[in-house]
């Protein structure tokens, strides 16, 4: 079987069902990310949040600082000038992308973190 979006060799427990599609396990977990992050209420409540002034925790004010300076960076960049985790950046970056302050890029096999 070949996944439907890359045409991945897959078989087995790598096989995931999504939209009718099937795909890779890769594949598969880009499309789940997709959707929670293009989750238009969640984006709206969010920007909504921002334009009414409420300011950013001490935690998501530093990461913005530092995409500001250092963007775009990859995670371990940006995760060895915080001096903390990749799970833990990742939670506040997704945090800082449904306000609109922060986004990613993938290039040449790397992600790209931006304001
Ligand atoms: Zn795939």
Redesign the pocket.
């Known amino acids: 079987m070949n ?6 060799k ?1 078989a087995g427990q790598d096989v995931h069902e999504h939209n009718g599609l099937i ?6 977990i ?1 499309a789940v990310a997709v959707l929670k992050t293009c989750d238009p209420w969640a984006v709206y409540t969010a920007s909504r949040t921002v334009s009414k002034g409420v300011s950013l925790t001490d935690e998501l004010q530093l990461c913005v600082d530092v995409l500001k300076v250092k963007g775009p960076a990859t995670l371990e960049q940006i995760c060895s000038e915080l001096g903390i985790g990749e799970h833990e950046f990742r939670t506040r970056f997704s945090t800082l992308r449904h306000m609109g302050l922060a986004r990613a890029c993938k290039k040449e096999e790397q992600v790209w973190y931006t304001l």
């Open positions: 996944c439907g979006k890359c045409a991945a897959i795909l890779c396990e890769d594949c598969y880009d």
